[in-house]
C-alpha cells in the first residue's frame, strides 16, 4: 500500500506542475489587464464558447482513429420470418376450423444480428447463417442510419456463413486480414450490435487458434477471443488494431447466455474462401478425398514408431473414391495439404473441405515409415464395391487380446458382405482392449498393419505380435485404430 501512495502522490505532483504554472500565468495575465485597464477602459466583448466539435482529441494512444474507420462497415442486421407454432391438433382439423370459423394466423418472428460490409462497390455484406436463416425479409441498416432491403446471395450452413447484397452507394468497406498471420496474444477489437446496441466495441486479445470438436458447424477452425462477445454480435467484425477484418463473430460460451470472456470468431481466410464460392455459385461445392481419418495420439504414434505426434491417420479408404484411385491407403498418415502442415484429423477435413471440386491436393504421407506424395483429384464420392469370403473357423480367443473373443463375420452383421476381416464377438468390460476402446460388433481388418481376411490370418498375425497390439478397426460406416497394451 505504501508503494502504491507513493506512486499515487508522484502522479498527483506531475499533473499539478502544469496546473500550477496555469494558476502563475493566469494571475500574471490578469495583473497585466488590470494595469491596462488603468490607462484605458477594456471593450465588453461577447463571451466565446468553444464547441465539442472544435475541442481537440484527448492525447495518448487511441482507438479511435482506426474505429472511425472501421464502424461505418459494420451494419445492423435484421429478419423477419413466418413461423407457425406449435399448438393443439384439434385446432388443425379442417371441420373444426370450419365450425369455429377459425383463421390461419402465422406468427412474425424477429432477428437481429451484425454484418460486415465486403465489398462496397458491388454492395456485398458478410454475416453468419443463423442470422438470416429462414428469413423471408433481410434488412441491412448502415451506421448512417440508413435501411436497405438485402438479398440473399448464398448461404453455407456448414461454415455457418451467408452472403447479402444490397444496392446502395456511398459504402465502406473492410479490408480483410490473413488470419493464418494470427497468434496467440495478438490484440484484436470486436464490433457489433449486442442486444440491440448498435455499433458496440470491445477490445481484447486473441486466446486460442484453432478451435474445434465445440459441435457448432460442420467445418471449425475458431479464433477464441475474451473480447466481450454477446447476443446481437453474430455476423459482426473481430478486427485487427490496424482496421482489418480478421475473423466474423460467431459463437460464444456463456452458461446463462452471456459473455463470460470466451467468444469465437470464424478467421478471414476461411470466410474469404466460402464467400468467393457464394458469390459465384451461391453455395459452396465442396468435394472430398473419400477417407475416414482420426488424430495420431501419441499411443498411436509409438505404434507407428513415429517421433511427432502431428498428422493425421487414414483409418479407412472408400472403395471408388479419389483417395482409393490415387492409391491412399488405410495406416498412411497425412502429414500436409498443398504444402500447409496437418496438426490433426479436424485440421485435414478443413483443408479439404475448403476445397473446390475439380481441384488436386497434393499430400505428403508418411507410410511405414517412409514419406510419400500423392495428387488426389477432389471430387465426389462413389459407392463402395462389396467383397465376401466366410470359409472360416469356428471361432477363435487370443491370449494377446484377452478378454476378447474373435470369430468369421456373421451373416447378418451390416457389414458382411462389404468388408473382410474377423469380428469380435464379445469383449470383457474388464479387459485391456475395452478400456482402448474395442467393441462387440467391431470388425478388425487389420492386426499390427497387416491384413487379416480370416480367423486364420488374425490368428497367426495375434501369435507374431508383441505386448501392443495395433487394431484397425471397421465400426459401422466409420473405421479407426486402436492400440491395446
Known sequence: MQAMSHASARGLVRLSIPLLAGVLLLGLAACGKKAEQAEAPATPSAPQVQGPASLPPLTGYSLAPMLDKVLPAVV????????????????????????????????????????????AKAGYVLTNHHVVENADEITVTLRD??????????????????????????????????????????????????FGLTHTVTYGIVSALGRTDLGIEGYENFIQTDASINPGNSGGALVTLEGHLIGINTAIIGPSGGNVGIGFAIPSNMA???????????????????????????????????????????????????????????????????????????????AIGMMRRGTTAQLDLLREGRPLKLSVKIEAISGQRATDERNEPPSVSSRHLDGVELGPIAPNHPLSGQEQGVQVYAVDPNSAAWRAGLREGDVILSIDRKRVRSVREAEAALKAAGERVLLHVRRGDGALFIVVR
Not at 385446432?91 to 465489398?119: C, K
Not at 456511398?170 to 495478438?186: K, M, Y
Not at 517421433?307 to 502429414?335: E, H, M
Open 76 to 119: 445492423n442486421i435484421s429478419t423477419q420470418s413466418t413461423v407457425r407454432t406449435r399448438r393443439n391438433p384439434l385446432l388443425d382439423d379442417p371441420f373444426f376450423r370450419h365450425f369455429f370459423d377459425l383463421p390461419e394466423v402465422p406468427r412474425q418472428a424477429q432477428s437481429l444480428g451484425s454484418g460486415v460490409i465486403v465489398d
Open 272 to 350: 474469404k474462401n466460402v464467400m468467393t464460392q457464394l458469390r459465384e455459385h451461391g453455395e459452396v461445392r465442396r468435394g472430398q478425398l473419400g477417407v475416414l481419418v482420426q488424430d495420431l495420439t501419441p499411443e498411436l504414434a509409438q505404434a507407428f514408431n513415429l517421433k511427432a505426434g502431428q498428422g493425421a491417420v487414414v483409418a479407412q479408404v472408400i472403395d471408388g473414391s479419389p483417395a482409393a484411385r490415387a492409391g491412399v491407403r488405410a495406416g498412411d498418415i497425412v502429414l500436409a495439404v498443398n504444402g500447409q502442415p496437418v496438426r490433426s484429423a479436424n485440421e485435414l477435413r478443413n
Open 145 to 194: 442510419r440508413r435501411s436497405f432491403s438485402a438479398k440473399l446471395v448464398g448461404a453455407d450452413p456448414d461454415t455457418d456463413l451467408a452472403l447479402l447484397k444490397i444496392e446502395a452507394d456511398n459504402l465502406t468497406a473492410i479490408e480483410l486480414a490473413d488470419s493464418d498471420r494470427l497468434r496467440v496474444g495478438d490484440f484484436v477489437v470486436a464490433i457489433g450490435n449486442p
